[in-house]
């Protein structure tokens, strides 16, 4: 049985989700299934997933990075717990 992995986000990440659901309403859906993905597989062991550990990031600051179209979510791993950072485009991401 794979571990469930817990989604958590700051208020950072909060504030950029709710902009973006402003804008698009199907961005609901994207970070939906987004998250769904983070809790099955955040180190993408599967392969299944569009994700990449990012160098010379610190820790807290994302250095997982899982993309969806033009938009790059950050996020980390601390034991069973992901925490995610900031949902950006992808000119603004880095």
Do not use: C
């Not at 709710?18 to 698009?24: A, D, F, M, T």
């Not at 160098?55 to 997982?64: L, M």
């Not at 938009?71 to 992808?90: A, E, K, M, P, Q």
């Amino acid at each position: 049985m794979a571990i469930a992995y817990v989604v958590q986000s700051t208020a950072a990440f909060e504030r950029d989700a709710r902009k973006l659901i402003k804008k698009n309403q199907r961005m609901g859906d994207v970070l939906e299934a987004i998250q769904s993905a983070l809790q099955e597989d955040p180190f993408n062991l599967s392969r299944k997933h569009n994700i990449k550990k990012l160098t010379d990031v610190k820790d807290g600051e994302g250095r997982w990075r899982i993309r969806s179209g033009v938009y790059r979510l950050r996020y980390d791993v601390y034991g069973h717990t992901v925490v995610l950072h900031s949902i950006n485009h992808r000119n603004q991401a880095y």
